[in-house]
């Protein structure tokens, strides 16, 4: 199975950034979201999603501590709209 996802638009108020530059938290997006995609489970909760033209709206968990990066928060939000539970949950085992 081949998973391409586009996000053509992700708004950030520029107080969430909390000094982080819009290019790192771009690429650390990337990066999580692609390591979260390869995970157990996530293939097979993307085989009946098909094509969509967007994903509702999602709170970004909260960080657990301050200077958190906010990149991570931003896939597991995206993680959350397209359905995938988190592989330590898949794996029987919570956070």
Partial sequence: MSIALHIERLVIDAAALG???A??????VERELARRLAQPGAVE?????GALPA???QLLPV???RHEPLGPRIATAVQHGLGITPASRVAGKEH
Wanted: net charge positive.
């Fill in 63 to 65: 960080a657990a501590h």
């Fill in 23 to 28: 290019a790192d938290v771009r690429l650390a």
């Fill in 55 to 57: 994903l509702p709206p």
């Fill in 19 to 21: 000094g982080e530059r």
């Fill in 45 to 49: 909760a993307l085989r009946g999603l």
